[in-house]
């Protein structure tokens, strides 16, 4: 920052907008005004939801404990071969 109190646009993008009390008053000013009712200006939607398009919970829940329950015995096949090529391997070394 210089010395006669003038703020330069780099200090407003930099980290002195941080520490300075100058550099961080002059950035609050180039803020646009914040309007506090923005977020209620959108129109609501509503949701609808399609019936027979999705299944019920407890289909969707008993599929996805299937589906969780094939990884993990894939993921369990998959160290278990990896143990038994390495038990071979040592027993061919050996």
Do not use: N
Not at 32 to 46: K, M
Not at 72 to 78: D, E, P
């Amino acid at each position: 920052m210089s010395a006669v109190g003038v703020v330069e646009p780099w200090e407003i993008h930099s980290e002195l907008v941080l520490v300075s009390p100058e550099v961080y008053e002059c950035a609050l000013e180039l803020l646009p005004e914040r309007d506090p009712d923005a977020f209620l200006a959108r129109p609501l939607t509503i949701v609808e939801t399609k019936s027979g398009g999705e299944p019920s919970l407890p289909v969707a829940l008993a599929g996805y404990t299937v589906l969780r329950l094939a990884e993990t015995a894939r993921s369990a096949l998959i160290a278990f071969g990896v143990v038994a090529a390495l038990a071979c391997l040592a027993q061919l070394v050996h």
